[in-house]
């Protein structure tokens, strides 16, 4: 999978993000970018959640861009590693390492 391009944009309606599959709603920032990969391209939005968890706490996933799979399960160890309860909401657990992350 190859990022062709990437660029932050104002939500003009509501979107889902790729990685924890929250609602973004409009007037959010948030990451759209260009991904192809075996002569597709497709669109992959990003909310600043993500952004911010990706940034925090160094994430980098075998692709770039890193796939949900991918993110998801590095979410989820890094949810055991900081005792973190799992959830199957994505997002409930991004919310919960950006809450920790700015307590420490
Ligand atoms: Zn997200």
């Known amino acids: 999978m190859d990022l062709l391009s990437s660029m932050m944009v104002k939500a003009r309606k ?3 993000c790729g990685y924890c599959q929250r609602t973004i709603a409009k007037g959010e920032q948030y990451e759209y970018a260009n991904c192809a990969d075996e002569g597709y391209v497709w669109a992959w939005k990003t909310c600043r959640d993500c952004l911010e968890v990706i940034d925090l706490y ?3 996933g075998d692709g770039d861009p890193m796939s949900y799979e991918d993110f998801v399960d590095i979410i989820v160890d890094l949810c055991k590693e900081h005792g973190i309860p ?3 909401d994505t997002s409930v ?3 919960a390492l950006l809450a920790r992350k700015m307590d420490s």
């Open 14 to 16: 509501e979107h889902s």
């Open 93 to 95: 657990m991004v919310k």
């Open 58 to 60: 160094n994430i980098t």
């Open 86 to 88: 799992t959830d199957d």
